[in-house]
Nanobody
């Protein structure tokens, strides 16, 4: 069974920084695209940043130049460095990965989410 576990969320003042981490575990053959999504109360879950297995990245316009996604393939981890945080960045952040499991084949997996709250 593949699992994604996020960490690093919390409460931060506007203008501050946080770093989110997500670790994949299970009998994994390979991991394709990995990404971070977020969902604010009453809103849909939106893509924040995506990184391919080759390291290409894509960002939502609202976070460009403030957030940086990276990954460590050997450790099966993905990170999101968030700088210059704004009130509107407050949301639950979810890790997402396209995983090829030896046991279950290819599937898309989600973490349980980590709360990021930006205060004024």
């Amino acid at each position: 069974q593949v699992q994604l576990v996020e960490s690093g969320g919390g409460l931060v003042q506007a203008g501050g920084s946080l770093r989110l981490s997500c670790s994949a575990s299970g009998i994994i053959f390979s991991i394709g695209d990995m990404g971070w999504y977020r969902q604010a109360p009453g809103k849909q879950r939106d893509l924040v940043a995506l990184i391919t297995s080759g390291g290409s990245t894509n960002y939502a316009d609202s976070v460009k130049d403030r957030f940086t996604i990276s990954r460590d393939n050997a450790k099966k981890m993905v990170y999101l460095q968030m700088n210059s945080l704004k009130l509107e960045d407050t949301a639950v952040y979810y890790c997402n990965a396209r995983v090829l499991s030896v046991v279950t084949g290819t599937g898309t997996y989600w973490g349980q989410g980590t709360q990021v709250t930006v205060s004024s």
